[in-house]
């Protein structure tokens, strides 16, 4: 099965890859390494998921918000592969970090949004490694941001 009829498959929509707001490109490629630029969390409807885990965010909103820059990870690895995603031959690493209180000891829960996501659309392909980080706040006061590096075919 193609990774686009998985994604057909599971009900999912992408959202549109989004073109940087800084000094920076959203994706590169460097050998058979794709990385992929800190993606933020954005609601289906195109507003930031904004807060802090543990105040006024729960971990499973978290994970939602985390789900959410997976998918937009995923929008950009198809961007950089011209819409073609079986160029892709494994997802390496995401680095997750989670707008979090200072007792909030749960990223790893909120980091799995992503993970799930990946791993659900590109199986075994789908497997990386993983760090989940706190931070006392992100770009734009959302709650959650991740990066990735897959390597190409």
Do not use: W
């Not at 978290?62 to 950009?76: D, E, F, P, T």
């Not at 000891?105 to 789908?126: L, R, T, Y």
């Not at 993983?130 to 075919?153: H, K, M, Q, W, Y």
């Amino acid at each position: 099965m193609t990774i686009d009829k998985k994604i057909e498959e599971l009900n999912i929509v992408l959202p549109t890859a989004k073109a940087p707001v800084g000094s920076y490109v959203a994706t590169k490629i460097v050998g058979k390494l794709l990385f992929i630029s800190g993606q933020i969390s954005i609601s289906e409807n195109g507003e930031l998921i904004k807060g802090k885990i543990g105040k006024e965010l729960t971990t499973e909103d978290g994970y939602n918000a985390a789900k959410r820059c997976g998918l937009s990870i995923i929008s950009q690895v198809k961007n950089a592969c011209n819409g073609d995603l079986s160029k892709i031959k494994s997802c390496i690493k995401l680095t997750g970090f989670v707008n979090s209180t200072e007792d909030f000891i749960e990223q790893p829960k909120v980091i799995n949004g992503a993970s799930d996501i990946i791993a659900s659309i590109f199986g075994d392909a789908g497997m990386h490694t993983r760090a989940a980080v706190s931070t006392n706040s992100l770009p734009l006061g959302v709650s959650v941001e991740v990066d990735a590096i897959f390597e190409l075919n």
